[in-house]
């Protein structure tokens, strides 16, 4: 192996360790969506969109406070960014999110043409972009899209998690 072999190698990982710190800085601030989301008894899944290393928006779930099915995180964030951008086409930007999306989020982050996607936990029941559905990936659609998946995936579970076994247990205490 040559000397600039080596030097590639090296600052590939140099770049692969700072990306996924920041993409962990990201996904903590999604968490805290996710958290004040869960907070309003809706389910925590928390999302934001950065584009240039700025905070373009944040957002967690509220289809049940403002009675709208659409009100997941992702959308709310692409709304909100589409206003603050003055541009429906979200070229450039990374979306950070803490379960994978759905099928309606997934739509929506291709047609907003959002450059990368990262996400924390997978969603077996209705994941669109590996679980059960490989949307986010189908080389057919005219947006290719970067994915990145497992970021801070225990925590993001675990909110979830927790989420759902007090309510269950929440239930259980009601006569």
Same mark, same amino acid.
């Given at each position: 192996?040559?000397?600039?072999?080596?030097?590639?190698?090296?600052?590939?990982? =140099?770049?692969?360790?700072?990306?996924? %710190?920041?993409?962990?800085?990201?996904?903590?601030? =999604?968490?805290?969506? !996710?958290? %004040? !989301?869960?907070?309003?008894?809706?389910?925590?899944?928390?999302?934001?969109?950065?584009?240039?290393?700025?905070?373009?928006?944040?957002?967690?779930?509220?289809? +049940?406070?403002?009675?709208?099915?659409?009100?997941?995180?992702? +959308?709310?964030?692409?709304?909100?960014?589409?206003?603050?951008?003055?541009?429906?086409?979200?070229?450039?930007?990374?979306?950070?999110?803490?379960?994978?999306?759905?099928?309606?989020? +997934?739509?929506?982050? +291709?047609?907003?043409?959002?450059?990368?996607?990262?996400?924390?936990?997978?969603?077996?029941?209705?994941?669109?972009?590996?679980?059960?559905?490989?949307?986010?990936?189908?080389?057919?659609?005219?947006?290719?899209?970067?994915?990145?998946?497992?970021?801070?995936?225990?925590?993001?579970?675990?909110?979830?998690?927790?989420?759902?076994?007090?309510?269950?247990? =929440?239930?259980?205490?009601?006569?």
């Amino acid at each position: 192996m040559t000397r600039q072999q080596i030097d590639d190698i090296e600052t590939e990982t =140099a770049f692969s360790l700072s990306l996924q %710190a920041e993409d962990e800085k990201w996904m903590q601030i =999604a968490l805290k969506s !996710a958290k %004040a !989301a869960s907070d309003l008894g809706e389910v925590p899944v928390g999302a934001v969109l950065v584009k240039d290393g700025n905070l373009i928006a944040a957002a967690g779930n509220q289809p +049940i406070l403002l009675h709208d099915p659409t009100a997941h995180a992702e +959308i709310r964030v692409l709304r909100t960014a589409a206003q603050q951008l003055h541009n429906y086409r979200l070229p450039g930007s990374t979306l950070y999110v803490t379960l994978e999306p759905c099928l309606m989020c +997934i739509g929506a982050i +291709i047609h907003a043409r959002v450059e990368r996607l990262v996400y924390g936990a997978t969603d077996p029941k209705t994941g669109a972009v590996c679980s059960l559905y490989p949307i986010g990936s189908d080389r057919r659609l005219n947006h290719p899209l970067i994915i990145t998946s497992g970021i801070l995936e225990a925590e993001c579970s675990d909110l979830l998690r927790t989420f759902f076994q007090e309510k269950r247990a =929440a239930r259980k205490q009601q006569p």
